[in-house]
């Protein structure tokens, strides 16, 4: 049973700051990995999909990087902003599983001015 | 924004009751996921519809059930509320039932008391 792991549950860093946010899983045999923002009381916004065979997208300041084979995969987010606070959630769509979606629990990423 | 949309907002019900909630997918997409999400949890996949039959289930007891429609909306009713269904219920939908991109609602909230 595939199982997605985000630590630490919550980050508060000074603004300007480039961070790292982390995810594990535990089955490699993925097809993707998404990484979602969501803001208090919404839904989920899609920031990056990495397809198994790659190993890294880039939107803006946003990166992703992806290691199927140790199960982890990082959000880099450089120069960050109030308006980052959010939290952030990988998934991942395991092989075999259609289009299921496996969460994490999320990093809750606060901003600080 | 996607072109996903839920109805209603919020929800408030007695423990018992039934619910049904909506979910209107983007264009051109026919398959619809919901999922659950309790507060500091991440989202829980409930089902899958893809043209009008469930394409696979998670680890929902059956007083959850839902319906496609011919226009690919969706609907998902919880029967005999309880106090622990009480979560954001979002639905996402894409095309066809492979590890394509999603695109999630802004959820239902339910609260039941």
């Known amino acids: 049973k595939q199982e997605v792991t985000q630590i630490p549950a919550a980050l508060s860093v000074p603004e300007g700051e480039n961070l790292v946010l982390n995810c594990s899983f535990t089955?490699?045999?993925?097809?993707?990995l998404q990484w979602f923002r969501q803001d208090p009381g919404k839904g989920l916004t899609s920031l990056l999909l990495?397809?198994?065979?790659?190993r890294e997208q880039t939107s803006g300041r946003l990166n992703a990087s992806l290691d199927k084979s140790s199960g982890r995969s990082t959000l880099y987010i450089a120069a960050s902003q109030p308006g980052d606070s959010a939290t952030y959630l990988c998934a991942v769509i395991t092989t075999g599983a259609n289009s299921k979606l496996t969460f994490g629990k999320g990093i809750t990423l606060s901003v600080r001015p | 924004e996607t072109g996903v949309t839920q109805s209603p907002t919020h929800l408030i019900k007695t423990r018992g009751q039934q619910v049904t909630l909506r979910c209107s997918s983007q264009?051109?997409?026919?398959?619809v996921s919901w999922y659950q999400q309790a507060l500091g949890q991440g989202p829980q996949f409930i089902f899958q519809y893809y043209r009008e039959e469930e394409n696979g289930r998670g680890n929902f007891p059956p007083r959850f059930s839902g319906l496609q429609f011919p226009n690919y909306s969706s609907e998902l009713n919880v029967n005999a509320l309880e106090l622990d269904d009480s979560a954001l219920y979002l639905c996402?939908?894409?095309?066809?039932?492979?590890?394509?991109?999603?695109?999630f609602g802004p959820g239902t909230r339910l609260l039941v008391l």
């Open positions: 264009s051109g997409h026919n398959t």
């Open positions: 996402a939908s894409s095309i066809g039932t492979g590890p394509e991109t999603q695109y």
């Open positions: 990495i397809q198994s065979s790659q």
């Open positions: 089955d490699s045999a993925i097809y993707n």
